[in-house]
């Protein structure tokens, strides 16, 4: 966006990946809905695309923002005019350092985790947000433990009653097919053969892309298809190497084959899980899926920037950190402003994709002098993806979000085929979960932005057999 805004100015992009993520078929779904994949690609095609655009592959050491400068790891210095930070998040690990603790948040450790994964008979996964739901959807062969801190799965995009209609696909022995990914995957050659430094794995590597397991076998050893026991209401309390655990003298358990069965394992696993509910298993490895922190590290040491509650470098509604020409943008920062009623912000590639466009939008103003409003996609909180095949739609406040108990559910729900939750505040739409194919989301997005009083509707809303698009069409 800056190098279309600038075409004669210098553009540098410092990344410490080799690869950048390009966003190909886009498609705009709706006013705020979009559709995208996630690519990577060798930024020389960055280069030839826009000549006044460089790209430095060399990690930042530090940025000396009094100075208007930042150093790399590589020796080197660069003078900026204006800069913005889009370094990410990255994964928010339950310890640090543990050989069988694997974090998955990029290509990288999504490669590492498909080594581990063919020599495993059973894995424990710990986090409830859109990765671990992948995970545990798409792996076969393998027992999986899922320990999960809330009530009901997907959490973070779901509520009880979305997660009651997918758990049947979770525990469904026999397959669909998944539609062909639509997306190349670009690999670095020779980039397995150097043998990367021990330990390297964790500082680089761009986030995954809404698609990332495709095109990853994730299969373990054993020869069914799907084992998924789920730990509800339960974190993390220690993990042990084998060692450690044999001096415990405490028994483990073995992979529960119904309700009541409670064995102790005679296996020796590698390490050992201990959940807060008592319960110890014993795994191979274990995934933390447990989120992200926003990447801030190199940028703080010397520069007084202000942070959020979650660790993010604060904007404002122009995208500028509280340091002179530094902007911000993506997981790395934390939007300071006072957000629309139905938008909040949310560690996603939608959001990133959105906040870098409106950024540069911000800095070319800026530099010009010009006054700019802030962008539309931060009227209303949208997202789609996909979570078990099924196509997944939330809008505004789909969980109710900030509402308090002043708020009512409606739903409307066909077993296998569709979901759909609408959150109503004083007789207007206020947030939807939309799962399957449903049709519904640009009418609700309408709804949703146009804040019309629904009242008179009452629950003839979501009736099957009113068609509700033509209604409000």
């Known amino acids: 966006k800056l190098a279309a805004e600038f075409p004669s100015e210098d553009i540098f992009l410092m990344t410490a990946s080799p690869v950048i993520k390009a966003v190909t078929n886009f498609k705009q779904v709706s006013k705020t809905l979009e559709e995208f994949d996630v690519e990577e690609q060798p930024s020389s095609l960055l280069e030839k695309r826009y000549p006044n655009i460089r790209v430095i592959q060399s990690a930042v050491k530090q940025l000396k923002s009094d100075e208007h400068k930042i150093c790399t790891e590589d020796g080197k210095e660069y003078i900026y005019e204006k800069l913005c930070l889009c370094a990410g998040a990255k994964p928010k690990l339950i310890v640090e350092g543990n050989p069988y603790v694997l974090g998955i948040r990029d290509t990288d450790s999504a490669q590492a985790f498909q080594k581990n994964l063919t020599q495993a008979e059973r894995i424990v996964v710990v986090g409830n947000g859109g ?18 801190k809330d009530k009901a799965i997907g959490n973070t995009f779901f509520d009880a009653g979305a997660a009651e209609f997918l758990l049947p696909k979770l525990t469904a022995e026999s397959r669909e097919t998944p539609i062909e990914c639509k997306r190349t995957k670009y690999t670095l050659e020779g980039s397995e053969e150097k043998g990367r430094p021990r330990g390297a794995s964790d500082k680089l590597g761009s986030a995954l892309g809404p698609d990332w397991h ?3 076998h994730l299969k373990g050893t054993k020869e069914f298809s799907h084992k998924v ?25 073995t992979f529960p084959k119904g309700e009541k069965s409670v064995e102790a394992d005679e296996v020796l696993w590698p390490v050992y899980v ?9 795994c191979n490895f274990i995934v933390s899926a447990t989120g992200v922190v926003p990447n801030v590290e190199p940028f703080l040491d ?4 202000a942070v959020g509650e979650d660790g993010g470098l604060k904007v404002d509604k122009h995208m500028h950190t509280s340091l002179p020409d530094v902007y911000a943008a993506g997981d790395i920062c934390t939007a300071a402003w006072e957000p629309s009623p139905v938008w909040h912000q949310m560690r996603l590639w939608t959001q990133a994709r ?9 800095m070319a103003a800026d530099a010009l002098g010009e006054s700019i409003d802030m962008d539309f996609s931060f009227e209303l909180f949208a997202h789609i993806t996909k979570f078990f095949n099924y196509k997944v739609v939330v809008l505004g406040k789909y969980n109710a979000q900030g509402l ?3 708020h009512e559910l409606m739903l409307r729900c066909t077993k296998g085929h569709e979901y759909v939750k609408v959150v109503m505040q004083n007789g207007r739409m206020m947030g939807a979960v939309l799962i399957g194919e449903t049709d519904l989301e640009e009418t609700f997005e309408n709804l949703i932005l146009n804040q019309m009083d629904l009242s008179a509707y009452g629950e003839d809303l979501l009736n099957p057999d009113i068609d509700i698009e033509d209604y409000f069409d």
């Open 131 to 148: 990765i671990a739901l992948e995970l545990v959807y798409e792996i076969q062969g393998c027992e999986v433990i899922w320990a999960i």
């Open 214 to 216: 495709e095109g990853l």
């Open 229 to 253: 026991h789920i730990e509800i209401l339960c974190e993390v309390k220690k993990i042990y190497l084998q060692q450690e655990f044999i001096q415990l003298q405490q028994t483990s358990l």
């Open 274 to 282: 201990e959940l807060t509910n008592g319960k110890i298993y014993g």
């Open 302 to 305: 010397g520069n007084n920037f």
């Open 354 to 362: 959105q906040m870098g466009w409106y950024a540069a939008k911000c």
């Open 404 to 406: 308090g108990s002043d």
